[in-house]
């Protein structure tokens, strides 16, 4: 199945007309469809999206990056776009340069952050470029680290912080996460 042949979820039309903002985690290509996505551009909300699993495929039992196609129509959508390094390099190249991430910034979202593990988060607002590592690196799960600095990222945006501002705090969630100070239950997605 492709992405944009059989949704597996719609975004209902009342909660895109009383929403303050839409999240978006690809945990899978099909989550949405292309023209779900489309969609969001009739509104007038802030929208975060993960990349994730959109750029994932299946070979031989294991997931691989290897979806590009409609990737431009998904970043289009953001206002916020996240992705990991090796999905960052996977669609424009080995190294993280201004000019790469102004290719982005030119198809649509003001603000993209590219998470780097140990490395921390690089994020550029507008073309102006930040890093912030960790305050405190652990050796721990990172499973659910992304999920959780976009959502609290997110979630602070919307309650008014500055876009820095919430980075950082989601920077200080996932770093909790990997150092155990946040407990999930094992039944949570982030387990």
């Not at 007038?44 to 495929?57: C, E, M, Q, T, W």
């Not at 590009?68 to 970043?75: C, E, G, Q, R």
């Not at 776009?81 to 003001?110: C, S, V, W, Y």
């Not at 960790?134 to 919307?158: M, R, W, Y």
Request: proline share 4%.
């Amino acid at each position: 199945m492709e992405i944009g042949q059989s949704p597996v979820r719609e975004i209902p039309e009342k909660l895109l007309k009383n929403a303050d903002g839409i999240f978006i985690n690809f945990i899978t290509r099909n989550d949405l469809s292309i023209e779900e996505v489309k969609k969001l551009e009739w509104y007038n909300l802030p929208v975060y999206i993960d990349l994730h699993s959109f750029l994932r495929g299946v070979r031989s039992g294991k997931f691989v990056l290897s979806n590009k196609k409609n990737w431009k129509v998904i970043v289009q959508a953001a206002s916020y776009l996240q992705m990991n390094i090796k999905e960052f390099q996977f669609l424009m190249g080995e190294k993280i340069t201004k000019d790469k991430l102004m290719e982005i910034h030119a198809i649509g979202p003001r603000v993209i952050l590219v998470t780097r593990g140990e490395q921390g988060t690089l994020f550029s607002i507008n073309g102006e470029i930040f890093e912030k590592t960790p305050s405190k690196i652990c050796k721990g799960d990172t499973t659910g680290c992304g999920d959780i600095l976009g959502a609290a990222t997110f979630a602070e945006i919307l309650k008014g912080s500055t876009v820095q501002e919430a980075i950082l705090k989601g920077i200080e969630m996932a770093s909790k996460k990997v150092c155990e100070e946040i407990k999930f239950p094992k039944s949570s997605p982030c387990h």
